[in-house]
């Protein structure tokens, strides 16, 4: 859905709430709606509880830290100028050059005057005979809004282990998503670091050749795949340029907004040697190629995920030379592409250097962490530093952290209990006025493709509100019953589903995190947008609007 971008339109005269619109956070959606509610002429305020802009970017300074979707179409679409502006220097670039991106998003479009940092929102609570939110920051800092629109982001929420003595530590320690802005010296340094997903992965690989010594804490292996990196030359950076188009284009097409797409054929609708041909193509493929770009039914399909499980399982036993500790990396509760494949660069190479060592805590699980070290149940190791890569509390754990009250004072964190409960992942009953970017049974996919439509559907729904002069907008409960419902049973089937991970909503590090739910909407992304699309051209009216 387009949004028209004439005349401003402004939100209700004083006096009333401070704000037309209030949102909370300044990563990549919140920068985004940030502009878009300016353009509708609206007073808005950000609150972001880091110093600077950017989310994910600003907060992961961890080394390697860098993403998986292709540089060019993770950047922002929006502005044909900033595209042209833009020169991204790697095909996959690093957490200070997206960081740095973010920063001249945020200077082009002279977002800082509107958003408040160091201010982290705590409560929020619904106001009915006013029909506004009452935003309450840490600070203590009160402010009241029309409108609240949360950015607090999928994973934004660090999880430390539950284990006993985390705090006991004497050496440095860190949580990746809570890394110094200062250098941090690793050399030399007898270094532990706990998790190997995406982040772990990440870390491991950049700091094994710079450290004395590198201890892996796995609990979980994760199949990955090589993301085969390289710098951006300036013929290809002209392509690049002269094809933003026909790439965004081709992500709106995609299932998960990826420049990858499923292979029509079924994994076994071609001989042995072609199924063993179009893997090793895959695997030398950059990118989530031999993940979004696989055979249609890798990940629905038992056998069919088998054979590229067993693919990658000897991919892994060829690069890795000691054969236990291939084993040990090789995943054996899953199967592939069912979590989020990590994808790496050397990754398994690091652990045939004679500096690393890898403990399977499954076999010898942590009991805690000591002044020195981690002392597991057969061994005390000494460190000068530990790393934990334990992640996120994924999804719902940025909303868990606020106090959400809607109508009547009931808490969203109690409505959520069984897991989450939405309107297209964006509404919620009982939560007026209240939208959420990137939150539960929103289709997610390459997020910032997601991000953009999301924002332009939030602000046309605002937009709407202001014109038809509407104070109150509100998902019913029938809508949510229905839109819930349909997102489970997307979920039925997903090889996916039937596995622990941050997707199905586990996460043994948080309380209450043991019980899968579906947090996650698993359809297309085109789907998820026809849906969208066909509320707003009723004009809404599957929703409570007064
Ligand atoms: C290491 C890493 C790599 C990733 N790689 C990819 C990738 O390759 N491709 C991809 O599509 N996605 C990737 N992601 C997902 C990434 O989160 C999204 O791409 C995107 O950055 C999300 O943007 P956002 O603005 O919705 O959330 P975020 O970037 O998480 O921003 C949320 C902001 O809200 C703030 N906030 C939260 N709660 C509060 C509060 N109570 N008060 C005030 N402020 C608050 C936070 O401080 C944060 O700044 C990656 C994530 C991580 C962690």
């Given at each position: 859905m387009?949004?028209?971008?004439e ?19 300044a ?10 509610l300016?353009?509708?002429g ?5 609150f972001?509880?880091?110093t600077?802009v950017?989310g994910?970017?600003y907060?992961n300074r961890?080394?390697?830290?860098r993403?998986d ?6 950047g ?11 020169n991204?220097?790697?095909h ?8 740095a991106?973010l ?11 509107d ?6 929102v705590t409560?929020v ?7 506004h ?17 949360t950015?607090?982001g999928?994973l934004?929420?660090?999880?430390l ?14 949580h990746?998503?809570?890394?110094p802005h ?19 992965v ?26 085969h ?13 002269s ?6 284009r ?14 029509p054929r ?13 893997f090793?193509?895959?695997y030398?493929e ?12 890798i990940?629905?399909?038992?056998k ?13 036993r ?10 040990k ?18 990754y398994y ?6 500096n ?17 070290g981690?002392k ?19 999804i719902?754990g940025?909303?868990d952290?606020i106090?959400i009250?809607g ?22 009953d ?12 929103t289709?997610l996919?390459?997020?910032p ?12 729904l605002?937009r ?16 949510v ?32 995190k043991?019980?899968r739910i579906?947090?996650r909407?698993?359809g297309?992304?085109p ?10 051209s ?6 409570e609007?007064?």
């Amino acid at each position: 859905m387009a949004v028209s971008r004439e005349a401003p339109t402004t939100i209700d005269a004083a006096p009333g709430p401070d704000f037309d619109a209030i949102v909370i956070g300044a990563g990549m959606s919140g920068m985004y709606q940030l502009h878009r509610l300016r353009e509708l002429g609206m007073r808005v305020r950000v609150f972001e509880a880091g110093t600077g802009v950017g989310g994910t970017w600003y907060w992961n300074r961890y080394p390697g830290a860098r993403f998986d979707s292709e540089s060019y179409s993770y950047g922002y679409s929006f502005s044909k100028e900033l595209l042209e502006e833009w020169n991204w220097s790697e095909h996959f670039a690093g957490q200070p050059e997206t960081q740095a991106y973010l920063n001249l998003v945020a200077d082009k479009f002279d977002l800082r005057r509107d958003i408040q940092f160091r201010s982290r929102v705590t409560a929020v609570h619904w106001e009915e005979e006013t029909r506004h939110w009452n935003v309450t920051l840490q600070d203590g800092g009160r402010f009241r809004t029309r409108f609240l629109i949360t950015a607090i982001g999928p994973l934004s929420a660090p999880t430390l282990p539950r284990i006993e003595g985390v705090d006991m530590f004497g050496g440095q320690s860190f949580h990746t998503a809570r890394w110094p802005h200062e250098t941090v010296d690793l050399a030399g340094k007898r270094v532990a670091v706990i998790g190997t997903g995406a982040t772990g992965v990440q870390t491991i690989q950049t700091i094994a050749g710079s450290v004395g010594h590198l201890t892996v804490f796995q609990r979980t292996p994760n199949w990955c795949a090589p993301l085969h990196n390289s710098k951006i030359d300036p013929e290809t950076q002209k392509q690049i340029k002269s094809s933003y188009p026909e790439i965004f284009r081709r992500c709106q097409e995609t299932f998960a907004c990826f420049i990858h797409t499923p292979d029509p054929r079924g994994t076994f609708e071609v001989s042995d040697e072609e199924r063993e041909a179009f893997f090793e193509k895959l695997y030398a493929e950059p990118g989530f190629a031999i993940w979004q770009g696989n055979f249609r039914d890798i990940v629905i399909d038992r056998k069919a995920n088998a054979a590229i499980s067993d693919f990658v399982a000897r991919k892994i036993r060829q690069r890795v030379k000691d054969p236990e500790v291939a084993e040990k990396l090789i995943p054996r509760n899953h199967g592939f592409g069912t979590r989020r494949v990590p994808l790496e660069t050397r990754y398994y190479e690091a652990y045939n250097r004679d500096n690393v060592e890898l403990v399977d805590i499954t076999e010898t699980p942590i009991e805690r962490i000591t002044p020195k070290g981690i002392k597991t149940s057969n061994h005390d190791y000494e460190f000068d530093m530990i790393i934990y890569a334990t992640g996120f509390d994924a999804i719902t754990g940025s909303f868990d952290q606020i106090d959400i009250r809607g109508t009547h004072g009931v808490r969203l964190k109690q409505k959520w209990k069984g897991g989450p409960q939405t309107f297209l992942g964006v509404l919620i009953d009982g939560f007026p006025n209240l939208m959420m970017l990137m939150g539960p049974h929103t289709a997610l996919g390459n997020i910032p493709r997601s991000i953009e439509y999301n924002v332009d559907w939030v602000t046309g729904l605002i937009r709407h509100a202001s014109e038809a002069g509407l104070t109150r907008v509100e998902a019913t409960s029938a809508a949510v019953t229905s839109w819930t419902d349909h997102v489970k049973a997307l979920g039925v089937g997903l090889l996916s589903n039937e596995v622990n991970s941050w997707m199905t909503g586990i996460n043994s590090n948080v309380e209450g995190k043991q019980t899968r739910i579906v947090a996650r909407y698993s359809g297309s992304a085109p789907a998820y947008r026809a849906r969208c699309d066909e509320v707003a051209s009723r004009r809404y009216d599957e929703l409570e609007l007064a």
